[in-house]
């Protein structure tokens, strides 16, 4: 069974607005990252939070994370054009030694 | 700022092929990764690679894939006999540290098996 699930699988809304997207795992994890992949390019990382942490910022960026509840956010704050990408969470299993299992991703558009 | 470099950057190749997918990782990293991705879906594990062992491996990596690093640059993924479903993207991975660290990916090989 897959580890993370991304919610909405598809998100548009208007430059300037706020995109909201949202990650629910499975097992216990040591960190929860999140990427960004543009069409048909590598995967880039954003943001990792690790499992002691619930809130980290970066930028235009705000991850939380709430390990009871097996689940974490990331918000995008006044989007822009560029940020039309689909995104992605990754965590490592606590148990496993070396596996970082994504997520199904969020297409986001941003509408100029 | 380093990179991942992959090549090819498409390959096409006959179904019962072996092709031989390359990545350079990043110079001072230790872990290495193949994902796939089959046509903008979710982005598979497909092993994991340090010390010259591999570490992890998923379900997907089966006897038909094997990974080398042959020499102190160059990490590859050999799929040795290709079936159709095998068409994807192909995504090359390092990190410095086991944990807590972000992977580094390269922009990828298109596989296609006709």
């Known amino acids: 069974s897959q580890q993370g699930e991304e919610d909405p699988q598809a998100l548009s809304i208007q430059e300037g607005e706020n995109a909201t997207m949202n990650c629910s795992y499975k097992?216990?994890?040591?960190?929860l990252q999140w990427y960004r992949q543009n069409s048909g390019r590598g995967l880039v990382h954003l943001i990792l939070?690790?499992?002691?942490?619930r809130e980290k910022h970066s930028g235009r960026l705000r991850v939380t994370l709430d390990t009871s509840k097996k689940s974490s956010s990331l918000l995008i704050t006044a989007s822009r054009a560029a940020d039309t990408a689909s995104y992605f969470c990754?965590?490592?299993?606590?148990?496993?030694?070396?596996?970082?299992?994504f997520g199904t991703g969020t297409k986001l558009q941003v509408i100029p | 700022e380093p990179e991942v470099t992959q090549t090819p950057s498409h390959q096409v190749t006959q179904m019962g092929q072996e092709v031989i997918l390359r990545c350079v990782p990043i110079?001072?990293?230790?872990?290495f990764y193949w994902y796939r991705q089959i046509l903008g879906q979710k982005v598979e594990f497909l092993v994991s690679?340090?010390?010259?062992?591999?570490?992890?491996k998923s379900e997907i990596f089966d006897d038909q894939f094997s990974v080398e690093r042959p020499d102190g640059s160059n990490f590859t993924l050999k799929i040795r006999s290709t079936k159709l479903e095998d068409s994807a993207m192909y995504f090359c991975?390092?990190?410095?540290?086991?944990?807590?660290?972000?992977?580094?990916f390269g922009n990828g090989t298109r596989l296609t098996v006709t």
């Open positions: 991975a390092s990190s410095d540290l086991v944990r807590g660290s972000p992977l580094h």
């Open positions: 097992t216990s994890i040591n960190n």
């Open positions: 939070i690790r499992s002691n942490e």
């Open positions: 990754a965590t490592d299993d606590s148990g496993g030694y070396q596996k970082v299992t």
């Open positions: 110079s001072n990293h230790l872990y």
């Open positions: 690679f340090y010390n010259n062992e591999i570490s992890e």
